[in-house]
């Protein structure tokens, strides 16, 4: 698997919002996985918590949506397990999605009849929900039709789902999916996990995909300290009604502190 230092990958537009944000190198992740993501591959993405993983995911499929000559309906599913992880998804991606021309919304069982009416009636490029509402949005004609020419699905959080009810529940939901739209491409988002195999089976089950790992642990030195005590302590400790020990310990602490902080 070839890695990419640049974004040129891109098209311009998603490009020139990267250098307004001041990013300019991809992360490992994005360096791997967003070339086959653009290429239209199934792709897990495993990797720790703030390594850019999510935008290894969105930023080749904006950069797909926005050079379609035509969008009609949504073109990207994001589901998340948790409505928090909604929101929290929503925010990031509105600045992308403004700045790029394109619509955003999210739903989830919460969701006003108003803006539920309003999705169906004006469907956004991207939707962010949950599988409960993928679920629930399938049998309304007008979201089935919303979703015939959907490009992509995004899953997050797949450790949390896979082997539980809630990952039945995705699976059925994304099957029920393919019949109103076909196949789509699928990205899964999976902090580190025992099994990449195993949580790329219940993900894509028998469809060909590529499982991209990344380990960004540093290596640590540990020491241990153990202060005696001393003169200072030894007052300390009588003010304080503790130990000679301690209060040695104690000092150790806050002079680590004060200096790291």
């Excluded at 699905?153 to 995705?170: A, F, M, P, T, Y």
């Excluded at 300290?225 to 009588?238: F, H, I, Q, R, W």
Aim: some cysteine.
């Amino acid at each position: 698997m070839s890695s990419n230092s640049s974004f040129d990958y891109l098209i311009e537009p998603v490009r020139s919002l990267l250098r307004e944000s001041g990013i300019e190198e991809p992360t490992p992740p994005q360096a791997l996985a967003s070339p086959l993501i653009l290429q239209g591959e199934n792709v897990l993405i495993i990797a720790p918590t703030g390594s850019g993983k999510t935008e290894a995911a969105i930023l080749p499929l904006l950069s797909r949506i926005v050079g379609k000559d035509q969008r009609k309906g949504i073109s990207l599913l994001y589901i998340t397990p948790l409505r928090a992880l909604n929101r929290d998804m929503l925010r990031r991606l509105e600045v992308w999605c403004s700045k790029l021309g394109l619509t955003i919304d999210v739903r989830h069982g919460d969701t006003p009849l108003s803006q539920r009416n309003k999705q169906s009636r004006s469907p956004p490029d991207l939707l962010v929900t949950t599988p409960e509402t993928l679920q629930a949005i399938l049998p309304g004609s007008r979201m089935r039709e919303n979703l015939r020419m959907l490009d992509a699905v995004v899953v997050d959080e797949v450790h949390n789902l896979v082997e539980s009810k809630r990952g039945v529940q995705l699976s059925v939901g994304l099957q029920r999916l393919r019949r109103v739209a076909g196949e789509f491409q699928l990205i899964g988002l999976s902090a580190t996990v025992g099994s990449p195999e195993l949580a790329a089976g219940f993900l894509f089950g028998d469809r060909k995909h590529q499982i991209v790992k990344v380990d960004l642990r540093k290596d640590f030195k540990y020491g241990i300290e153990y202060p005696t005590p001393d003169l200072v302590n030894s007052e300390l400790a009588e003010k304080t009604f503790a130990t000679p020990d301690l209060a040695a310990r104690l000092s150790r602490i806050a002079s680590l502190l004060e200096t790291h902080t």
